[in-house]
């Protein structure tokens, strides 16, 4: 099963059309992994609270934020991108582009990419906080499957990494990423630590 968790950076006044950006990013799971996978996680974490964002704000954090992505990067899993940029004027949310680069991953994942990974028939998604977000993501996977009948099988769980500590992964993953595009500091190397097991996709229409 993947694992899936993203990024963004949309309009506002603040923000050049230029510098907006939508990441999808999944890392997939095999089941004989997860026991050993959580118990990793959560002794690097020191407990069962992590948020990424949070993290990069202090030392420690940063450090945990390290040792988590060297602790996926010795191991099989293998991580896929979908990256769209900039975000389209008129998608003032980023939900055209958050829809592409769901698309776009879940596409790659569910038919196996070439040498990148049995076909997936879990996705995990992180949920989120509003009822109506939460409806367009199943939306989105219902509309994709109905377009293409390979994946009949295949299902969307949407949880939260406070109970699932399996989407820190593509959360830390997804961190570092950003901080490759948007900073110019020691964090922006952090990419560089999982960058090898990374395999970048094109967002669908």
């Given at each position: 099963?993947?694992y899936l968790?993203?990024?963004y950076?949309?309009?506002?006044?603040?923000?050049h059309?230029t510098q907006?950006?939508?990441?999808f990013?999944?890392?997939?799971?095999?089941?004989?992994?997860?026991c050993e996978?959580?118990?990793?996680?959560?002794?690097?974490?020191?407990?069962?609270?992590w948020?990424?964002?949070?993290?990069l704000?202090?030392?420690d954090?940063?450090s945990?934020?390290r040792?988590m992505?060297?602790?996926?990067a010795?191991g099989s899993?293998p991580?896929?991108?979908?990256?769209?940029?900039?975000?389209a004027?008129?998608?003032r949310d980023?939900?055209?582009?958050?829809?592409?680069c769901?698309r776009g991953?879940a596409m790659?994942?569910?038919?196996?990419?070439?040498?990148?990974?049995?076909?997936?028939e879990?996705?995990?998604?992180?949920?989120r906080?509003?009822?109506n977000?939460?409806n367009?993501d199943?939306?989105?996977?219902?509309?994709l499957v109905?377009q293409?009948?390979?994946?009949?099988?295949?299902r969307?769980?949407?949880?939260?990494?406070?109970f699932?500590?399996?989407?820190?992964l593509?959360?830390?993953?997804s961190?570092?990423?950003?901080r490759?595009?948007?900073?110019?500091?020691?964090?922006?190397?952090?990419?560089g630590?999982?960058?090898?097991?990374?395999?970048?996709?094109k967002?669908?229409?």
């Amino acid at each position: 099963m993947a694992y899936l968790d993203e990024s963004y950076q949309t309009h506002n006044r603040d923000i050049h059309p230029t510098q907006t950006f939508y990441v999808f990013t999944a890392v997939v799971v095999r089941q004989p992994d997860m026991c050993e996978l959580r118990v990793g996680l959560r002794e690097i974490v020191g407990g069962d609270y992590w948020h990424s964002t949070e993290a990069l704000q202090h030392h420690d954090g940063r450090s945990a934020m390290r040792d988590m992505l060297e602790f996926l990067a010795e191991g099989s899993e293998p991580c896929v991108i979908a990256h769209r940029v900039p975000v389209a004027a008129d998608d003032r949310d980023g939900e055209a582009a958050r829809r592409a680069c769901y698309r776009g991953i879940a596409m790659e994942l569910t038919v196996g990419g070439d040498g990148l990974c049995e076909p997936v028939e879990l996705l995990v998604l992180e949920e989120r906080n509003q009822q109506n977000f939460r409806n367009k993501d199943r939306a989105n996977h219902r509309e994709l499957v109905a377009q293409h009948s390979h994946l009949r099988n295949v299902r969307l769980l949407q949880t939260s990494p406070k109970f699932e500590h399996l989407l820190w992964l593509p959360g830390v993953v997804s961190s570092a990423y950003r901080r490759s595009i948007t900073h110019h500091d020691i964090t922006a190397r952090l990419f560089g630590i999982i960058e090898h097991r990374v395999h970048l996709v094109k967002p669908m229409e």
